[in-house]
């Protein structure tokens, strides 16, 4: 919540997320791992084709709600893995959904807010917007003033919200063959399933609202982040304090490679220090979520969706990286089969995992890197291609359900840090926040 008059508004609109709705080239790689996979079919799906199909599938999208919206802000991340030429019929088609539909009546909105803060909620603020600031996939944002004085955002939820989130994820898996038109091999279904899984946490604006209060804590004062105090909340409507930003989409698309290199270090602090600091990991990494302040902060904005992490990333992570840059093929493999990643009567070569995982932690391999769109093509083909060792290795692997959400969200991450084409020392980060991923003495103390 805060600025965000950059998300298109109304219902309809809500499916703005699905600008890059192809993006399974990357995304079906993100969650290849123990699945069969294939390489997107440029030269078998002509343009034509493609705009025919995307036009449909919006068709289809634009008689929805919120569930199209978390579809697309699941997938939109992987943009950068397509070239700008195959994704531009997309966001064409995109285009025409942006106004298609008004926001909530102010009268919808009022009846929401009596029901859920009393018939007298006007007494707790001195002013109020009826004219919505943004529009969410479940609710939508209004301006107002707060009785002391605080400038505030009201995130109120769209009657029947719940009902036809549900409703919308059953009817995007109806038409999976249309994506696999645009995606050879694409398979959403296992998204859509974990998208239903925390439709019930994000309808509980509650829990949001708990979440929020843990990050603000946690980030109090803190000089890199910025987290907005939530002010009051139910159910239904949470209210926050209002936040002044330039959105982060903006930053990709005109920012300066300064500008673009501290957003892009800031968002991975707080995807690292988040489940340290808090006990929570943001889930929710897309560009729409996040604004920069004027000195330098990243503001976050949306916490309906969260992974609890009480004991902060799982333990074998950091030493298992580490050991892997150190070239301790046998060591990682061992670790591996621990945690589930490798079945325990797999007879895998370990030199042969070890070439699988190397090349994607490039980023911290050295003391500066920077992501790049062509990087993530890579790599995305690598694990894509039916004929790349990579993609028979990757057959033979496992993602433990413990890691599915952190393996996604870390995934999301480095797609919105490549369409950033960030550049910095994402090594010094890791080394600080990723507990085991240092060397003991080397570790830096920790900012809190």
């Known amino acids: 919540m805060g600025a965000v008059s950059d998300i298109p ?36 799906i002509s343009e034509k084709v493609q705009q025919r199909t995307a036009e449909q599938l919006f068709s289809v999208l634009g008689q929805l709600k919120g569930g199209a919206m978390k579809l697309g802000q699941a ?46 909620w006007r007494d707790s603020f001195t002013e109020f917007d009826d004219s919505p600031a943004a529009a969410a996939s479940i609710g939508q944002v ?18 029947g919200a719940g009902d036809a989130l549900v409703s919308d994820l059953k009817q995007l898996g109806r038409f999976a063959s249309l994506f696999r038109i645009l995606q050879p091999g694409l398979d959403i279904k296992p998204l859509i399933a974990e998208l239903r899984e925390r439709v019930v946490e ?31 909340g139910a159910r239904r409507v949470i209210i926050t304090e209002w936040a002044e930003g330039t959105p982060l989409s903006q930053v990709i698309a005109s920012g300066t490679q300064e500008e673009r290199d501290l957003a ?111 990087w993530l093509r890579a790599e995305a083909t690598r694990l894509a291609n039916p004929k790349s060792e990579a993609y028979a290795m990757g057959k033979q692997l496992n993602l433990p359900p413990s890691y599915l959400l952190i393996h996604r969200v870390t995934l999301g991450s480095i797609g919105v840090l490549c369409q950033l084409r960030a550049r910095a020392s994402w090594r010094s980060i890791l080394e600080q926040w990723l507990p085991g991923f240092a060397e003991p003495s080397k570790k830096p103390k920790s900012a809190k």
Do not use: C
């Open 9 to 44: 508004r109304g219902p309809v609109a809500r499916t703005a997320k699905l600008a890059s709705l192809p993006l399974g080239f990357a995304g079906r790689a993100a969650w290849g791992i123990g699945k069969k996979m294939t390489g997107f079919a440029e030269s078998v």
């Open 75 to 120: 997938l939109s991340v992987f943009e950068a893995a397509l070239p700008d030429h195959l994704a531009s019929p997309y966001r064409a088609a995109l285009t025409k959904l942006q106004d298609a539909a008004p926001p909530l009546p102010a009268a919808s909105v009022h009846k929401v807010l009596a029901a859920e803060l009393g018939d007298d």
């Open 142 to 159: 209004h301006k107002a003033v707060w009785g002391d004085g605080r400038e505030v955002a009201v995130k109120v939820q769209y009657p």
């Open 202 to 232: 994000e309808l509980d604006y509650n829990l949001e609202a708990e979440a929020q209060r843990a990050f603000a804590k946690a980030y109090a004062d803190d000089p890199e982040i910025f987290v907005p105090d939530v002010v009051a």
């Open 264 to 374: 892009g270090h800031r968002l991975s602090t707080l995807h690292f220090s988040g489940p340290e600091r808090a006990g929570l990991l943001h889930a929710d990494p897309h560009p729409g979520n996040f604004r920069m302040t004027d000195d330098g902060r990243l503001v976050v904005l949306d916490f309906g969706a969260v992974a609890r992490l009480p004991q902060g990333l799982p333990a074998p992570i950091g030493p298992l990286v580490r050991l892997a840059l150190a070239g301790e093929a046998e060591q990682v493999l061992e670790g591996l089969r621990a945690e589930g990643f490798i079945p325990e009567d797999a007879d895998i070569d370990a030199d042969a995992v070890l070439e699988y995982l190397l090349p994607m932690l490039d980023p911290i391999a050295t003391d500066d890197f920077q992501f790049s769109r062509s």
